[in-house]
């Protein structure tokens, strides 16, 4: 285990304490007698608990069949580290921009258990074992549809989630639709797929992704997202369009004003009267910008702000 803990991506910020839950959860043997001989034998320096883990790996460990089928059968019924295997099997990149989104931010809320099993279960080693794969699309296969989606079918980050996984714009192929919307936008859009996840929820949207998205009534809410998003795109074209022209403006004011506080044997008709005026002007149009950008970001908030 602490070989594919130290594999695992997510296992920054691990404690001991966490790591040991996570090695009583899953094995038998006294944790304390294990460390004790490991310690005798020079595998293993002194630690306090709240310390970081820290491990050296070993190039020729091997997880035993025994040994695996103890730990698969453990997380089997243990949520949400199942859910989120379940998922990550469905849709790897998906889940991945996700938990990197959440997992060490100040909100997220995981118990000790769950976090030190999470780089456990997403370790390479773990993932790729054609044992764990077989295991874990037996868990797809014999899943039952017990997720109630009617609550998030109306929420604008739950359509957004489903569009993204039609479309498949999460972060494939180096493109991220997430990084391109609106910080609120992003923020209900993880926060809101995170608790899918951790739920249940989204493994199940990814397998019943088609008969959900073809209903009539949910259906009718992706065209209208889809409507939204094309309308919401040409309104950033347009500001994007008069903010580029007021800039020209400005240059421009601010170019003429400087011909005319230039001395008049250079340029014999200079007039700072003109001038000055030419600069108000131009400071006035630096003031235009930011509005621009305010009306433009109110502009797509009325448009996107309520649920659909």
């Known amino acids: 285990m602490a070989q594919l803990l130290h594999e ?12 040991i839950m996570a090695y009583e959860f899953v094995s038998d043997e006294n944790s304390a007698d ?3 001989d490991l310690k005798k034998h020079n595998k293993l320096e002194d630690f306090s608990e709240n ?3 820290i491990y050296f790996p070993s190039s020729d460990v091997e997880i035993k069949d025994e040994d695996l089928k103890v730990l698969l059968s453990k997380i089997a019924n243990l949520h949400p580290a199942i859910d989120i295997s379940m998922a990550f099997r469905l849709e790897p990149s998906l889940v991945d921009l996700i938990l990197s989104s959440n997992l060490y931010s100040g909100d997220s809320n ?13 370790s390479p080693r773990f993932l790729n074992d054609r044992r764990t794969q077989i295991f874990i699309d037996e868990l797809l296969r014999n899943s039952k549809e017990n997720f109630n989606f009617k609550k998030y ?8 989630l489903a569009f993204m996984i039609k479309r498949g714009l999460y972060g494939n192929g180096g493109y991220s639709y997430v990084s391109g919307i609106s910080d ?28 959900i998205v073809t209903e009539s009534e949910f259906g009718y809410r992706m065209k209208k997202f889809q409507k939204l998003e094309k309308i919401s795109t040409r309104i950033s074209h347009i500001y994007s369009y008069l903010s580029i022209g007021n800039d020209i403006l ?14 008049r044997t250079i340029f014999p008709s200079a007039n700072e009267v003109i001038g000055v005026y030419l600069f108000i002007a131009g400071s006035a149009e630096l003031l235009i910008r930011p509005m621009i950008e305010i009306t433009r970001r109110i502009h797509l908030r009325i448009i996107n702000g309520s649920d659909l």
């Open 153 to 160: 079918e109306t929420k604008r980050w739950f359509i957004e």
């Open 250 to 263: 400005i240059g421009i004011e601010f170019l003429l004003g400087s011909f005319e506080f230039l001395p």
């Open 110 to 122: 995981w118990d000790d258990l769950n976090r030190a099993l999470i780089p456990i279960i997403l």
């Open 184 to 211: 609120a936008r992003r923020t209900a859009l993880i926060n809101g797929s995170y608790d899918l996840l951790v739920s249940g929820g989204l493994y199940e949207l990814i397998l019943r992704f088609r008969s």
């Open 51 to 53: 310390d970081s883990f």
């Open 34 to 36: 294990v460390i004790s």
């Open 8 to 19: 695992g991506d997510y296992n920054s910020g691990i404690s001991w304490r966490q790591f």
